[in-house]
């Protein structure tokens, strides 16, 4: 059975940083794509980076040069360090796992994944 656990959320200021964790187990895919994604109150969620067993990752345009995901293979966790932070990156954060043949998908769309850990929030004050 997948499991999914984020941690690392927190309150901080605009332009300081957080760093996210999710520790995932269950699963023995050799090929597959792990994101981060957010929500916002009474906004969809939104893909944030993306990385797949190969270690090939993608941003959105609003995090890249912030934001850096990262796997900790050894570790089974997933990261992502989050600089500069602002206003408008607060959200609950997700990470999400699926198994994959050709690595991640071009587009974020959750609908690509089955596996969703429960959220850590992220709140960035002005």
């Known amino acids: 059975q997948v499991q999914l656990v984020e941690s690392g959320g927190g309150s901080v200021q605009a332009g300081e940083s957080l760093r996210l964790s999710c520790a995932a187990s269950g699963y023995t895919y050799s090929s597959y794509c792990m994101a981060w994604f957010r929500q916002a109150p009474g906004k969809e969620r939104e893909g944030v980076a993306t990385?797949?067993?190969?270690?090939?990752?993608n941003y959105l345009d609003s995090v890249k040069g912030r934001f850096t995901i990262s796997q900790d293979n050894a570790k089974n966790t997933l990261n992502l360090q989050m600089n500069s932070l602002r206003p408008e990156d607060t959200a609950m954060y997700y990470c999400?796992?699926?198994?994959?043949?050709?690595?991640?998908?071009?587009?974020?769309?959750?609908?690509?994944?089955?596996?969703w850990g429960q959220g850590t929030q992220v709140t960035v004050s002005s």
């Open positions: 990385i797949d067993s190969d270690g090939t990752t």
């Open positions: 999400a796992l699926s198994r994959t043949t050709g690595g991640c998908w071009s587009t974020f769309h959750p609908g690509h994944f089955p596996y």
